[in-house]
């Protein structure tokens, strides 16, 4: 889980992602599957992706009454994902019973998959979080807020920024997950996302993971795109 750079495979078919997955050669990769995807295909593409011997963050966000989470949750566990998470702003109860679902639904002997929350989406802004949630401290406030509670609740970390992993890790330890998207090549196009960081700088200061869409699904060259920035990432010289 550490130090991963997660592909989000944006995609709405199988078909796409197959094609996709055969400009790395084989290779094992840790991938995201989102609501896109996962709506369209349901859990056999994550049993497809296991098979393959990939890892599956399953990014479904999830956000309701802690009952409904429960079971939700418990039904994912048993599809065999390696990451789930559910939205912070869904509160305490409703985050523990994300994790008392998945213990549930987790075979006798199996790994529980690992539980995280977001915090505040990478393409929220502090104004936007001001004027329309009407959270009126700043964004690194809310973000360690919502990061502390999620460890409260028994959760393993959080998605947040690159820019707010330091806070977190700080407050909370190292070992508490930031898992953070958001991420571009220096000078590239942000497109919808807001607080954005380059692979080099979440290198430096000791993100745990990064998540990776559309600088590599889109890129001409899929393959060389991940590798240079898994090289950034790691902090390999070129
Ligand atoms: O705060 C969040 C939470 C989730 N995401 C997801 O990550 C990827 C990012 O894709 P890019 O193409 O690299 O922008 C995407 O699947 C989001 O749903 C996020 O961006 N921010």
Request: net charge negative; with cysteine.
């Amino acid at each position: 889980m550490k130090d991963s750079l997660i592909i989000a495979v944006d995609f709405s078919t199988k078909k796409e992602v197959e094609s996709f997955l055969q400009h790395f050669k084989g290779e094992k990769l840790f991938l995201k599957v989102g609501m896109e995807l996962f709506y369209q295909e349901g859990p056999r593409i994550v049993t497809f992706l296991k098979e393959q011997g990939h890892q599956v963050f399953l990014d479904l966000k999830l956000h309701d009454i802690p009952n409904t989470v429960y079971r939700a949750m418990k039904g994912i566990a048993s599809i065999g994902v390696d990451l789930v998470n559910v939205h912070a702003a869904g509160g305490q109860e409703m985050m523990q019973a994300a994790r008392e679902g998945l213990e549930a639904g987790t075979n006798v002997g199996g790994n529980r998959p690992y539980c995280v929350a977001v915090t505040q989406l990478t393409s929220t802004t502090e104004e936007q979080m001001i004027k329309e949630q009407l959270i009126n401290t700043s964004l690194e406030d809310s973000v360690l807020h919502y990061a502390t509670l999620s460890k409260e609740a028994g959760l393993d970390g959080v998605v947040c920024s690159v820019h707010e992993s330091v806070y977190i890790h700080k407050k909370l330890g190292s070992e508490f997950l930031t898992i953070c998207p958001g991420v571009r090549p220096a000078n590239s196009d942000i497109q919808d996302q807001k607080r954005v960081a380059t692979p080099t700088f979440a290198g430096s200061i000791g993100v745990s993971a990064i998540v990776i869409g559309r600088p590599i699904t889109q890129a001409t060259n899929p393959f060389e795109s991940y590798q240079l920035l898994l090289n950034d990432w790691r902090g390999v010289k070129a």
